[in-house]
């Protein structure tokens, strides 16, 4: 899906850094951008649209925007002398897993809430906006930031989930009209390939800008020689997979992923069809054929990890993504023409070019704490640190993160299973 930001200023999507004095000026504009991004994201989608909760991983669109403004309320504006919470019950609604705030509504039950209904949610978020601009020259310029990056997050599974909604009705409804193509980028299908001779290398975020806490410190790793592709694996090549029998050979596929394909019947990505005799899929402007040049998208570490396998080749750890990711891009910029990012490649000492920003990209890495982690005190240290365990780390952003929102050292993850993530993977191998 690629959809322009035609009423946001992209320089107010940058991050700013945590440590250094913000101006004030500069934060009241990007927080009014990022907040108003969330609303154009919305604004295609009815009602109804914005209630339905298609499956517990889902949530619905106008629970984003409600919870992502509880966010700034309770950890910034409830604190403030002479302000007024818009509704006291919206804390039970709308917090999502702070444990240390309190009870909350089961996030499987999100779609059952018809009340508060949209136009409360728009009032809500009105409210919160207006005492931020009130508040802001007192409130922490660190935690806005980090309530901006929250938001910014969710406006991908916003747009993650309202593609699952739509896609469970029988009429495949587009989320925007036009031309339909994803935002994915085409590219030739033969897979070449970047050769590392391992050694000593740093991972992880420096300082300076803004990064999450999961994303430090910043620590040495060893790593042997290895070989990682340039650039995501395409949907022809996905398509030899599938002719190839891929979905009906547990020899390649791990114990969970193989009891996974026979319990969900997998046999393609998800979101993909058969129609007249050949594969279409499903995207946000509607169903269309598969592209076999194009990036594959929506396939679970499973599927990802069996790919790998058949190919002969393996996912890499995130340490060798990262030190391939960062020994060959450049400046990271907003496309012009979508809400995602790209990385644009650098010449690297190999002159190759290691191109990001299509899909997420499964590595074989478990989620876990770097070295020295240690979380934040209180319930903001809930954001990341306590979900260290059953998930796999995935890199790189994708079509639709908002711009100025990833970085090489993002350390995006999601379970096993998961498909409804615009996830795709790239090949590594031993040399």
Known sequence: MAMSVTRVDPRWLAAPSPGADHDRNALTERLRAVRK?????????????????????????????????????????????????????????????????????????RGQLSRPGIEEIGAYRRHVDEGMDTFLDRLSAPLVELGLQHEQQHQELLLMDIKHVLSVNPLRPAYLPGEPRMGLVARPTPTRWVDNDGGLFEIGHAGGAFAFDNESPRHSVHLEPFSIAEGPVTCGRWLEFIDDGGYQRPELWLSDGWAAVQGSDWGSPLYWFEEGGAWQVFTLRGPRPVDPSETLCHVSYYEADAYARWAGARLPTEAEWEVGAAGSVGAIDAAPESTGLRLHPGSAPGGHRFTLGEVWEWTSSAYLPYPRFRPARGAVGEYNGKFMVNQHVLRGGSCITPPGHARITYRNFFPPPARWAFSGLRLARDR
């Open 37 to 109: 991004h969330t609303e154009v994201l919305a604004r295609p989608l009815s009602p109804e649209d914005q209630t339905v909760q298609s499956m517990p991983d889902v949530s619905p669109t106008k629970w984003h925007r409600a919870h992502t403004t509880w966010f700034f309320e309770t950890f910034l504006l409830a604190s403030q002398p002479g302000y007024r919470m818009f509704d006291p019950s919206y804390g039970f609604l709308f917090n999502s897993y702070y444990e240390a705030l309190g009870p909350r509504h089961a996030r499987m039950q």
